[in-house]
């Protein structure tokens, strides 16, 4: 049987995390700490998991616990996320108690630049009888696409709040942590993976990126997406995958092209650029609308009808006046949600005051709609110089338990337009319609796909345009909705989500644990 070599534009990195499994318990522990690396011609020291970058990959089977030890030896503050796993009634942690997912989800740091190195994935492969809704593959493979900065990412970060401008853009693009033979100093700093011909592979895709979207594609090859952020899809033959920061997609690869090497590549898709002006536009809301959810089995539910909350939610960058006797040029960049600006908490955790009741940390009244409406695709939209100033608070939504929320996403094209990957934790969420321009529910409404559509965590609202999302709120606590470039979350594009308790000791929050870490 022939082989084929698929030189990618890094190389697989990965050393195991200590780990053991019993009786349907999995336990790893995370060193966090610094690494000194060579890329780009240049020896650097890094933060990673286990000495690794990625770091190591986590798989368990679905219904497993999963507990996972985090030593922090790094010199940095460092929160750990688990992205896309719901945590119902564990949110202390963000981390998951006992999962009931099933396909390929991540962890990450959720703190200033740091994601750019702490990160690996999360595989939940489905329980015993319960196969795939597809042959089974030869053979797993995670790929991952990262960014890669020569200099300190947490400096990088520290310079952009200093200076009020954008943060540097990276240097390279990396998959599975190495840049790949079209950089300096890299030819030999390339993921190799050896295929056997006429098999089938399952390439387990992870945007792990910062601030980049991917265009990603196999010479000569199709790829046949069969799940997207953990939840299946009909089957989708492309020869493109597109994808944004924190969203995973699973394909299968059948390894069906003469022996030969091949590559793969990530290119980044630049969505600042208005929709009647690019073309790698189409190209992505072709593969982002073509995808739909599998219909039946044990994992499908089908769509709430009846919605008890509405919003409609603008989203885009913003500016903020330079704090005096500072070294900020002014004035900084910001970004808001229906003209507000996220402020984190300083003095308790939103997840603390909520279950404490403690008042002053933050209010309910983010409001459902925007101030004002207007044109807000235009391209005179930036002469609103009022829309362009939000100001800084901490505003979040109360969701009553079990109730189904619907929101409306419209990007703006305030300070230019943009792709924003809006990440919801604590839930999934449908994916009704997506489209360009202003919504118009006159016409927009008759779009709704509420048979079939896809299920994710994180959606990329179409760069000058809208989309539709609904979810039942049945995870009691406090759930962060951000924007995933993470030079657009620390400016103030997010917000959050209380949901109140449930009627019966099982849809309770219970209490913090006793080592909870103290703001």
């Known amino acids: 049987m022939g082989r084929h070599v698929f030189l990618f534009a890094c190389t697989l990195l990965l050393f195991a995390a200590s780990a053991t499994s019993a009786a349907g318990i999995v336990e790893h522990s995370f060193y966090v700490k610094n690494l000194t690396v060579s890329r780009l011609c240049k020896t650097q020291v890094i933060t990673a998991v286990n000495g690794g970058l990625p770091g190591p990959t986590i798989r368990v089977q679905e219904g497993d616990t999963l507990v996972v030890h985090v030593f922090n030896l790094s010199p940095y503050n460092m929160t750990i996320h688990w992205h896309g796993v719901f945590q119902m009634l564990s949110s ?52 991952i696409l990262g960014e890669w900065w ?16 954008s943060p540097i853009h990276s240097d390279a693009f990396t998959i599975n942590g ?18 056997l ?40 033959i492309t020869d493109v995958v597109v994808t944004t920061p924190g969203q995973t997609v699973d394909v299968l690869l059948t390894a069906d092209q003469p022996i030969d090497s091949y590559y793969m590549a990530a290119r980044p898709y630049a969505t600042a650029v208005p929709f009647r002006h690019s073309t790698n536009t189409p190209v992505a809301h072709k593969f982002y609308t073509g995808l739909k959810g599998l219909v039946g089995g044990r994992f499908w539910d089908p769509v709430p009808l009846k919605v008890d909350h509405k919003m409609f939610i603008t989203i885009g960058l913003a500016l903020e006046p330079c704090p005096a006797n500072t070294s900020c040029k002014g004035p900084k960049l910001s970004a808001s949600m229906n003209n507000e600006s996220f402020m984190k908490p300083t003095s308790l955790s939103l997840l603390q005051a909520f279950y404490q009741n403690v008042n002053g940390v933050y209010t309910t009244d983010f409001p459902a709609k925007p101030p004002i409406e207007f044109d807000y695709t ?35 094209n305030i300070l230019g337009p943009e792709n924003h990957p809006m990440h919801l934790h604590g839930f999934d969420f449908y994916i009704l319609a997506q489209g360009f321009g202003n919504y118009n529910p006159a016409t927009d409404r008759k779009k709704l796909n509420l048979i079939n559509p896809q299920i994710r965590n994180t959606i990329g609202v179409p760069v000058g345009g809208w989309a539709v999302i609904r979810f039942v ?11 995933h470039l993470d030079m657009h979350l620390p400016v103030g594009l997010a917000t959050a989500f209380t949901v109140e308790n449930g009627p019966t000791p099982e849809t309770t929050l219970p209490p913090p644990p006793t080592d909870l870490p103290q703001c």
């Open 473 to 483: 709120a049945n995870n009691p606590g406090v759930w962060l909705l951000h924007c």
């Open 92 to 143: 202390w942690a963000d981390g998951p108690s006992m999962s009931n997912r099933r396909g390929t989800l991540w962890w990450h740091a959720h703190v200033s630049y740091l994601r750019s190195t702490v990160y690996g994935a999360l595989i939940i492969r489905p329980r015993d009888g319960h196969p795939y809704p597809f042959h089974k593959p030869y053979r797993e493979v995670p790929i």
């Open 178 to 195: 190495w840049p790949g033979d079209t950089y300096p100093c890299s030819k030999h700093q390339m993921f190799e993976l050896t295929v």
């Open 378 to 412: 235009s391209d005179t939209v930036n002469e609103l110089l009022p829309m362009k100033f939000a100001p800084k608070n901490t505003k979040v939504t109360k969701l009553k338990f079990n109730s189904t929320v619907e929101i409306i996403f419209q990007n703006t």
């Open 150 to 165: 020569n200099g300190n990412v947490v400096d990088v970060d520290r310079l952009a709040a200093a200076t009020g401008a």
């Open 197 to 236: 011909q006429g098999k089938t592979y399952l390439l387990r895709i992870i945007n792990a990126a910062l601030n980049s979207q991917f265009f990603y594609k196999i010479a000569n090859h199709k790829m046949t997406v069969v799940a997207i952020d953990a939840s299946y899809v009909e089957p989708y």
